[in-house]
T-cell receptor, first 118, second 112 residues
């Protein structure tokens, strides 16, 4: 099956620093990447949708200047949490839709990144 | 606001029993429905997808969909301790959408 590689798996940073999370589709081209955030015992909440070569679409309540998303190529999307604060501590997960996939095609998830901001 | 509701559990079943997980959704126009399994600290793994009313079976798993009642369920037969995880119900709102709305998940514990 298709593989989505997400790095790092865990990051601990100081408040005020920026953290970049990478998501790569290893054996397929991902035209669309979704970024989710999951707090403990909560469900995955969609943060933004990014299409290759265009600006990301952010969900209501998600600050686009704080969560920078870049989808410069068909195999790589990045999420940068700028000026991270303790309330940004969460589990971040990307998922990818393959190029040419119909709307009923399943999404492929990365392994997730646990961010802890001290 | 489109919502997907699940009982958070925990749902405890003995090994070998049938586990029944339920999900309701608010958007009557929803087209596609998915069950994901998520182990603690890991990303979700797709277990089943269902698009039409009725039952869909895959090994020990059976998904059931009733669009009139806006209800989807997952049955796990011959439950194993390795099935212990959180099960997320996810709904795709309309045919042209690629986005998923997730429920909060039901934690399942299979007791040996």
């Amino acid at each position: 099956g298709a593989v989505v590689s997400q790095h790092p798996s865990r990051v601990i940073c100081k408040s005020g620093t920026s953290v970049k999370i990478e998501c790569r589709s290893l054996d397929f081209q991902a035209t669309t990447m979704f970024w989710y955030r999951q707090f403990p015992k909560q469900s995955l909440m969609l943060m933004a949708t990014s299409n290759e070569g265009s600006k990301a679409t952010y969900e209501q309540g998600v600050e686009k200047d704080k969560f920078l998303i870049n989808h410069a190529s068909l195999t790589l999307s990045t999420l940068t949490v700028t000026s991270a604060h303790p309330e940004d501590s969460s589990f971040y997960i990307c998922s990818a839709r393959a190029k040419g996939a119909g709307t009923n095609e399943k999404l492929f998830f990365g392994s997730g990144t646990q961010l802890s901001v001290l | 606001q489109k919502e997907v509701e699940q009982n958070s559990g925990p749902l405890s079943v003995p090994e070998g029993a049938i586990a029944s997980l339920n999900c309701t959704y608010s958007d009557r126009g929803s087209q596609s429905f998915f069950w994901y399994r998520q182990y603690s600290g890991k990303s979700p793994e797709l277990i089943m997808s269902i698009y039409s009313n009725g039952d869909k079976e895959d090994g020990r798993f059976t998904a059931q969909l009733n669009k009139a009642s806006q209800y989807v369920s997952l049955l796990i037969r011959d439950s194993q301790p390795s099935d212990s995880a959180t099960y997320l119900c996810a709904v795709k709102p309309w045919a042209g959408s690629y986005q998923l709305t997730f429920g909060k998940g039901t934690k399942l514990s299979v007791i040996p």
